[in-house]
């Protein structure tokens, strides 16, 4: 089964910088676009970074320019260097996994990790 297992979330001041890191295990890792996904309280979880199968990124507009998305196909890994930092960047952070359905490959769906709390305090 997919597992997608999360790190590096913790607590940081305002400007400074975090790696959040995306193990993930059960799936053709490069057949999968991957993406990290914030949700604060009372919030809709949204989009932060996503990368394609052929490494193509595209950001959210309230952290480009501020985020970097990268694949590692050969450790099954995908990263989000997290600079300047913002008090509304504070949020569970989610890997997700967009691609074949294990079960039923011909169809698409999304996998979830259990998410990395970023907190942003002075």
């Known amino acids: 089964q997919v597992q997608l297992v999360e790190s590096g979330g913790g607590l940081v001041q305002p400007g400074g910088s975090l790696r959040l890191s995306c193990a993930a295990s059960g799936m053709i890792f490069s057949r999968y676009d991957m993406g990290w996904y914030h949700q604060a309280p009372g919030k809709q979880r949204e989009l932060v970074a996503r990368?394609?199968?052929?490494?193509?990124?595209n950001y959210g507009d309230s952290v480009k320019g501020r985020f970097t998305i990268s694949r590692d196909n050969a450790k099954n890994m995908v990263y989000l260097q997290m600079n300047s930092l913002k008090p509304d960047d504070a949020a569970v952070y989610y890997c997700n996994a967009h691609g074949p359905d294990l079960t039923v490959p011909i169809n698409i769906r999304d996998y979830w990790g259990q998410g990395t709390q970023v907190t942003i305090s002075s």
């Open positions: 990368i394609t199968r052929g490494g193509s990124p």
